[in-house]
C-alpha cells in the first residue's frame, strides 16, 4: 500500500479545502484496510475513512491522525445479467460508465455525480428526483467483532433492510460499519440504439449539473438537507433569506443556487462554517426552520 506523510488534504476533496493529514493510506485490499486500522488503535491514533472527499470538509490545521482512503478498492463487476457489484471506493463516475458500455440501464441519474459508492452508500445520495437505495439488491460491510475486535465480513440484502434507508439516510451513518461494495440493481437493454439511448440520458443529467452551475467552482454539491415536510427547498430559504451570493472570506454562498457554498480560490473550512452557521442561523431567524447540513466537517 502507499503512505504518504504531512499530505494536503485540499488535493483529496471536491472543496479543494483542508490542511495536511499525519499520515494518508491508499491501501490495495481490505485485509490492507483492516491493517491500518488496528495499527492506529494500537499506537492510539485517530483516524478517518475517506473516499472521494465530495461531502467533508477538512479542518485548516488538517487531521491529527491517519486518513485512510478508500480509492484503490474499486473494483466493479457484472455477476449476473441484472446485477453488478461495485468496490467503495470505485467512482460513481466509473460505475455509471461501467453501466454505459455494457449497456445496462439504472444509473443514468447519477451521470456528473462526484464522490465514491462507498459514499453514495453512507449518505443514500440522491440525483434528480432518484436515491441510490432504489438500485440496491444486496449491501457488504465490515463490522468489528465486540468479543474480539476483528473485522467479521457481513451482508444484507435491501428487502430485509430496507426500513432503514430514507431521504439521506442509510444504515451506515453514526455507526462503526466499514462499507465493502454494494449490489445494484439493473436493467440490460437489448440492442445498439437502447445504448446509444443510455449514453444520451447520462450526457443530458451531466449537461443539467453544468447548466446549474455545478462544476463552476469547487464545492461540496447541497450543503443542507431538504424537509419535504416544510414545503420549500433549503436553497429557496436561504434566497428568500437573501444570502445568495453572500461571501465570507474565499467562500461564498453561491450565486446560481442557494444550497451551494463554492470556494472562490482561497476559502478555508473557516469561511465555510461561517457561511453554514451564518445560512442557519438567518433562515431560524426568518423562517422558524432549522436547516440540518448534509456535508460532513471533520476537525483536527
Given at each position: 500500500?502507499?503512505?504518504?506523510?504531512?499530505?494536503?488534504?485540499?488535493?483529496?476533496?471536491?472543496?479543494?479545502?483542508?490542511?495536511?493529514?499525519?499520515?494518508?493510506?491508499?491501501?490495495?485490499?481490505?485485509?490492507?484496510?483492516?491493517?491500518?486500522?488496528?495499527?492506529?488503535?494500537?499506537?492510539?491514533?485517530?483516524?478517518?475513512?475517506?473516499?472521494?472527499?465530495?461531502?467533508?470538509?477538512?479542518?485548516?490545521?488538517?487531521?491529527?491522525?491517519?486518513?485512510?482512503?478508500?480509492?484503490?478498492?474499486?473494483?466493479?463487476?457484472?455477476?449476473?445479467?441484472?446485477?453488478?457489484i461495485a468496490e467503495a471506493g470505485a467512482t460513481?463516475?466509473?460505475?455509471?460508465?461501467?453501466?454505459?458500455?455494457?449497456?445496462?440501464?439504472?444509473?443514468?441519474?447519477?451521470?456528473?455525480?462526484?464522490?465514491?459508492?462507498?459514499?453514495?452508500?453512507?449518505?443514500?445520495?440522491?440525483?434528480?428526483?432518484?436515491?441510490?437505495?432504489?438500485?440496491?439488491?444486496?449491501?457488504?460491510?465490515?463490522?468489528?467483532?465486540?468479543?474480539?475486535?476483528?473485522?467479521?465480513?457481513?451482508?444484507?440484502?435491501?428487502?430485509?433492510?430496507?426500513?432503514?434507508?430514507?431521504?439521506?439516510?442509510?444504515?451506515?451513518?453514526?455507526?462503526?460499519?466499514?462499507?465493502?461494495?454494494?449490489?445494484?440493481?439493473?436493467?440490460?437493454?437489448?440492442?445498439?440504439?437502447?445504448?446509444?439511448?443510455?449514453?444520451?440520458?447520462?450526457?443530458?443529467?451531466?449537461?443539467?449539473?453544468?447548466?446549474?452551475?455545478?462544476?463552476?467552482?469547487?464545492?461540496?454539491?447541497?450543503?443542507?438537507?431538504?424537509?419535504?415536510?416544510?414545503?420549500?427547498?433549503?436553497?429557496?430559504?436561504?434566497?428568500?433569506?437573501?444570502?445568495r451570493g453572500y461571501t465570507l472570506g474565499g467562500?461564498?454562498?453561491?450565486?446560481?443556487?442557494?444550497?451551494?457554498?463554492?470556494?472562490?480560490?482561497?476559502?478555508?473550512?473557516?469561511?465555510?462554517?461561517?457561511?453554514?452557521?451564518?445560512?442557519?442561523?438567518?433562515?431560524?431567524?426568518?423562517?422558524?426552520?432549522?436547516?440540518?447540513?448534509?456535508?460532513?466537517?471533520?476537525?483536527?
Amino acid at each position: 500500500m502507499s503512505i504518504s506523510l504531512k499530505e494536503p488534504l485540499k488535493n483529496h476533496t471536491t472543496f479543494q479545502i483542508g490542511g495536511p493529514a499525519d499520515e494518508f493510506y491508499e491501501p490495495e485490499t481490505f485485509a490492507e484496510l483492516i491493517e491500518i486500522i488496528h495499527q492506529c488503535r494500537s499506537q492510539e491514533k485517530k483516524f478517518f475513512l475517506l473516499g472521494g472527499g465530495s461531502n467533508v470538509v477538512f479542518a485548516d490545521a488538517g487531521f491529527r491522525g491517519s486518513v485512510i482512503c478508500t480509492k484503490k478498492l474499486n473494483k466493479i463487476k457484472l455477476i449476473e445479467d441484472n446485477l453488478v457489484i461495485a468496490e467503495a471506493g470505485a467512482t460513481m463516475k466509473e460505475l455509471v460508465d461501467f453501466c454505459t458500455e455494457n449497456g445496462l440501464s439504472g444509473f443514468e441519474e447519477f451521470a456528473g455525480l462526484p464522490g465514491t459508492v462507498g459514499g453514495a452508500l453512507y449518505m443514500n445520495a440522491r440525483c434528480f428526483e432518484k436515491s441510490i437505495s432504489e438500485n440496491i439488491y444486496e449491501t457488504h460491510w465490515l463490522e468489528e467483532s465486540e468479543e474480539d475486535g476483528e473485522f467479521k465480513n457481513r451482508d444484507i440484502l435491501f428487502e430485509d433492510d430496507e426500513k432503514n434507508w430514507g431521504y439521506k439516510i442509510s444504515p451506515f451513518q453514526n455507526t462503526g460499519k466499514i462499507i465493502k461494495s454494494g449490489t445494484f440493481k439493473v436493467k440490460p437493454v437489448e440492442n445498439e440504439d437502447f445504448k446509444d439511448a443510455i449514453r444520451s440520458k447520462c450526457a443530458g443529467y451531466i449537461k443539467g449539473r453544468e447548466e446549474r452551475g455545478h462544476f463552476k467552482y469547487p464545492s461540496a454539491g447541497s450543503v443542507f438537507k431538504n424537509n419535504h415536510d416544510f414545503g420549500k427547498p433549503s436553497g429557496k430559504l436561504i434566497d428568500e433569506a437573501g444570502l445568495r451570493g453572500y461571501t465570507l472570506g474565499g467562500a461564498q454562498i453561491a450565486e446560481f443556487h442557494g444550497n451551494f457554498i463554492v470556494n472562490l480560490g482561497d476559502g478555508t473550512a473557516e469561511d465555510v462554517k461561517g457561511l453554514v452557521r451564518l445560512a442557519i442561523e438567518t433562515v431560524k431567524e426568518r423562517f422558524g426552520f432549522v436547516l440540518e447540513p448534509e456535508i460532513i466537517f471533520i476537525e483536527e
